[in-house]
């Protein structure tokens, strides 16, 4: 199912209406600091669905969904991280469901349902700078998260697979800011583990051109990453050399569709169909 239509986001069958400006979100987070249990440096607001208005409202306790607005030092995000969101479901990699939505001054904002909630109750779940006892995000390695992950995971042979796709869907699309806190687990209703549904992924070149490949280590570089380094990856994981590309094949002309279909504006698509088409060859992928 498209990720989203109002039905799969909302359960509604209109998009719901939210009564905010970008002006007033930095004001509703701070009346809720302190309440909230989401952070980053990007301004974020929780929300929870007035079904019966069909209007999204601030929620200091119980959110169900997560709105991100513009921000002013690097525009066009929400439109960034809603293409980049939507080129991983259609390539199979597992979202929660998400739109973009209007706020009152007409500006858009990147709503994402939280996948921590099954209705009312909370779902346990960990990131890696959590589980790794991480001081900073950025200091460490991708093989760390993979080890571990391997270790932990129910089902760890196909769990370490779609974290690598993960590494390097962010690496094709650009997103250089993949760290510790941006890879998660669940918990089970029994209490197996599993790798969380992907999350936090943008462009990150579009708005910082100077930026390095990886905000974690790969191969032991953080720059001029080649295939040989995934490659490095795929073998420290033990995945098979058949399936290590096999999503990302020929899917460079979908890839480049959605960009195109998307919010962003002309010359900001243009800068992204040319960083994928180049991650792709840095790849050696058939695109």
């Known amino acids: 199912m498209n990720p989203n239509t109002p039905k799969e986001v909302f359960g509604l069958d209109k998009m719901p209406k939210i009564g905010l400006s970008l002006q007033e979100i930095p004001v509703k987070a701070q009346e809720m600091a302190g309440k909230m249990s989401i952070s980053g440096v990007q301004p974020k607001l929780s929300l929870k669905l007035d079904k019966r208005r069909a209007e999204l409202v601030p929620a200091p306790e119980g959110g169900e969904y997560i709105l991100k607005p513009q921000v002013q030092h690097y525009p066009h995000l929400p439109e960034n991280e809603n293409c980049c969101m939507d080129m991983a479901a259609d390539l199979g990699i597992k979202v929660p469901p998400h739109c973009l939505l ?140 058949r399936i290590r590309y096999e999503k990302f094949t020929a899917k460079g002309n979908a890839i480049t569709q959605f960009i195109k279909t998307s919010k962003l504006p002309d010359g900001f698509q243009k800068n992204f169909i040319d960083i994928v088409l180049s991650r792709y060859a840095r790849l050696e992928i058939n695109p």
Not at 131 to 144: C, Q, R, T, V
Not at 188 to 206: F, H
Request: proline share 3%; hydrophobic share 35%; net charge negative.
């Open 102 to 241: 209007t706020l009152t001054d007409g500006s858009a904002a990147y709503v994402v349902k939280r996948f921590d909630r099954i209705g009312k109750e909370k779902r346990h779940q960990e990131n890696f700078y959590q589980i790794l006892g991480k001081k900073d995000k950025y200091a460490g390695s991708l093989e760390e998260i993979g080890k571990k992950l391997k270790e932990i995971s129910a089902v760890p042979g196909l769990d370490v697979q779609l974290f690598f796709e993960r590494v390097v869907f962010n690496f094709l699309i650009g997103n250089g800011d993949g760290h510790f806190q941006n890879y998660s687990i669940s918990y089970e209703n029994d209490g197996t583990i599993r790798l969380s549904p992907a999350y936090d992924m943008v462009c990150s070149k579009l708005v910082l051109p100077n930026e390095e490949d990886s905000a974690l280590t790969l191969n032991g570089k953080r720059n001029k990453l080649e295939r040989g380094d995934f490659d490095w990856l795929a073998e420290y994981l033990k995945i098979p050399e």
